[in-house]
């Protein structure tokens, strides 16, 4: 079964800028969630999407947007860049998003760069 | 609130054991560990669950107190593949909410 795919791998963006990142959940997963991770504050959550709803948003600022849609995949959306949001992007997908088992699966990231 | 991991950083030799702690201050539903090599994908290890009983597979186990809300990773007899940053992702609620990590245990296994 293929994994979680996420597109581009690699991007550079000025400040000021949006950008698109998009991501593939393993086949047959429905919830699809993202994290921005960087040194300094390790792995935050962003949100997760469920049935192309957003269910769950982390401590990030409006910029910061995501959707699902109707095939499970998802893109997350970042308007007027800034320097802090040089980030490794990850993409994890699960199941059924409604089970404190369901194991979630993490995506390659997309490594942004914002000069 | 985010989970504390200690030790943040650890090295070791080959064939030795290491345990790596995740504290929380909420109450815990579940906990999650993932390891993550330099510029690769959080790789899935295992799940605990409130009530649950110790994991573990091959020389990596991990168990969960839930009196002090804190879970604990094992790994016995290292190997050089174990080497990366170790992360434990917490769940307070049901299966709805994002998981919340910790900042990461780096280990390093040396030959």
């Known amino acids: 079964k293929a994994g979680v795919t996420q597109t581009p791998r690699y991007l550079i963006k000025t400040r000021g800028q949006q950008v698109t990142l998009s991501c593939s959940p393993i086949?047959?997963?429905?919830?699809v969630s993202w994290y921005q991770q960087t040194p300094g504050q390790g792995l935050q959550f962003l949100f997760e999407?469920?049935?192309?709803?957003?269910?769950n948003k982390g401590n990030f600022p409006g910029r910061f947007s995501g959707r699902q849609f109707s095939n499970s995949r998802s893109e997350m959306n970042v308007s007027t860049l800034e320097l802090g949001d040089s980030a490794l992007y990850l993409c994890a997908s699960r199941k059924t998003g409604t089970s404190s088992t369901d194991t979630q699966y993490f995506g390659p990231g997309t490594r942004l760069t914002v000069l | 609130q985010q989970p504390v991991q200690s030790p943040q950083a650890v090295i070791l030799r080959e064939g030795e054991d290491a345990v790596i702690n995740c504290s929380s201050s909420k109450a815990l539903y579940s906990v999650h560990w993932y390891r993550q090599k330099h510029g690769e994908a959080p790789i899935f290890l295992m799940i605990?669950?409130?009530?649950?009983e110790q994991k573990g597979h091959d020389k990596i186990s991990a168990s969960f107190n839930e009196k002090k809300q804190q879970s604990s990773l094992y790994l016995t007899a290292s190997q050089l593949s174990y080497s990366g940053t170790y992360f434990c992702g917490t769940r307070t609620g049901g299966g709805a909410d994002g998981l919340t990590f910790g900042k990461g245990t780096h280990l390093i296994i040396q030959p």
């Open positions: 999407y469920f049935s192309e709803t957003q269910r």
């Open positions: 086949s047959g997963h429905r919830s």
């Open positions: 605990l669950l409130k009530g649950g």
